[in-house]
């Protein structure tokens, strides 16, 4: 079955992204998640990530992909969620954003993925990091 094309183009920088998700078999699909509420969700057991299209509209379509793109590779080598151990710097004001995020809506044993997940997203640099950590990572 085909999956629908992103509602816009994906940006340049993010294409080697996705190329190296799709190699590692990973799928990534530009639809509403199967869990309502979210505007992106990973699923390590079918190795997919969803990408809603209202992000594009919201302007978040890069930080949701890139997201979900850590959890893809925190689910490297066995399919369950491990820290990355990147140190991704953040302003303080960033930070404080991040912890009111986790505190409301995560679980605790799921805050240190996802802290990790959040610092990363908004790095410029993050394509390329998470382009290399899946190579290191995702052996298949």
Not at 58 to 70: D, F, M, P
Request: include cysteine.
């Amino acid at each position: 079955m085909d999956q629908p094309a992103p509602p816009q183009p994906i940006a340049a920088n993010l294409q080697p992204l996705l190329r190296e998700l799709k190699a590692h078999g990973f799928k990534v699909r530009f639809e509403q998640p199967p869990k309502i509420g979210v505007y992106g969700l990973f699923e390590a057991r079918s190795r997919t990530l969803w990408v809603h299209p209202i992000t594009f509209e919201l302007g978040i379509s890069r930080q949701t992909l890139l997201h979900e793109a850590v959890h893809a590779a925190q689910s490297c080598p066995q399919g369950n969620l491990t820290r990355l151990g990147i140190a991704a710097p953040v302003s303080p004001l960033i930070a404080q954003e991040i912890n009111s995020i986790l505190f409301s809506n995560y679980h605790v044993k799921d805050r240190v993925l996802e802290q990790e997940a959040f610092s990363l997203q908004g790095q410029t640099n993050a394509p390329s990091i998470l382009v290399k950590l899946l190579r290191q990572r995702c052996k298949t």
